[in-house]
């Protein structure tokens, strides 16, 4: 299983924005922070903010807050809704034409091996990434005052 870059920078963004509490991030510290794509974080943000997981303030001194709690944001969820394609392989999509998907045992495997990968992310939340404990080495990292 591979995660997209964009599930990444998803996961980089409210892991960012959670560490800075009430306090309002912008698009450029976060992407300079992580040494990414002011662009790319933008598609990003406007997506988390439609699946209501950012709350957006435009303007002079706008920037992103959490919509929430940490707690309450499920990474299994959140990488479910950030993935576009689940397929680990071809007989998983519809147009599947491998030839031995009606003798493959795989597939039923693999798809034991994404139900567990999903069961183990679902038990997690945005809150065990940003531990209070580890919160001072990860504002460190990221230079967040």
Do not use: W
């Not at 309002?24 to 699946?51: C, G, P, W």
């Not at 997690?124 to 209070?132: G, Q």
Request: net charge neutral; charged share 25%; glycine share 6%.
């Amino acid at each position: 299983m591979h995660i997209t870059r964009y599930t990444d920078y998803s996961l980089r963004v409210l892991m960012y924005v959670a560490l800075k509490g009430d306090e309002l991030s912008t698009i450029r510290e976060i992407a300079e922070s992580y040494d990414i794509s002011k662009n790319h974080l933008m598609k990003v943000v406007q997506e988390l903010n439609s699946k209501g997981y950012l709350h957006a303030i435009r303007g002079k001194n706008g920037g992103l807050r959490l919509r929430g709690d940490p707690k309450d944001i499920n990474l299994g969820e959140l990488v479910r809704s950030t993935e576009q394609d689940l397929s680990l392989v071809e007989c998983f999509s519809a147009g599947n034409h491998c030839v031995l998907t009606p003798a493959c045992r795989l597939k039923g495997i693999f798809a034991e091996s994404l139900n567990a990968f999903f069961s183990v992310l679902d038990g997690y939340t945005l809150a065990d990434l940003v531990d209070p404990a580890q919160m001072p080495t990860m504002k460190q990292v990221l230079q967040i005052a």
